[in-house]
């Protein structure tokens, strides 16, 4: 086979294997962003934090994965938050949040509303977020957990929100203006 006539299949095959990657149609169901980042953590009961406009200022901040195994005693309390904005682009999408890896017990908050229908499975989570946030304002998610009694049980799995949070977020939603 003469070298022209390689470096011609060579290119010909280059040029599909690029082509095959292409999809004409947007068959894409969604997309994930990685949600890890700025969150904050307080330990300990506050009846007023999962209010939208609770000041958590103070709080210490943290980028998930957080686990708190070692530094809280048994029974104890901690509380997540973590403050975002739903950018203009998504305003006709539906969004929800994917909790990789969280401990049981735990209340999650979206805007002030405890949420009820919550899809489980295992240690994660995932909550469809249409009917809760506010496209173009300030949302806020709270997360409130405790610590089951047994502390000292090696086969515990990690407490706190102990692996990735996701947004998905596909085509075809009505969020609140």
Known sequence: MGSKKRIYILA??????ILSGCDVENNEVGRKQLFDLNWKYNQGENASAYHID???QDWESTDLPHSWNKDLDSNSII???KHFEIPQSWSNKSI???FEGISYPHDLYINGVLIEDIKKEEMAIHVDLDSYII???NNVIAV???KPHQQNNPSQPESGIF???WLVVKDNSNLKQ
Do not use: E, P, Q
């Open 12 to 17: 010909f095959l280059m040029i599909l294997g």
């Open 163 to 165: 692996k990735h949070v």
């Open 96 to 98: 929800s949040i994917f």
């Open 144 to 146: 409130r957990i405790t």
């Open 54 to 56: 609770f000041n958590d």
């Open 79 to 81: 509380w997540y938050r």
């Open 135 to 137: 496209s173009k304002k």
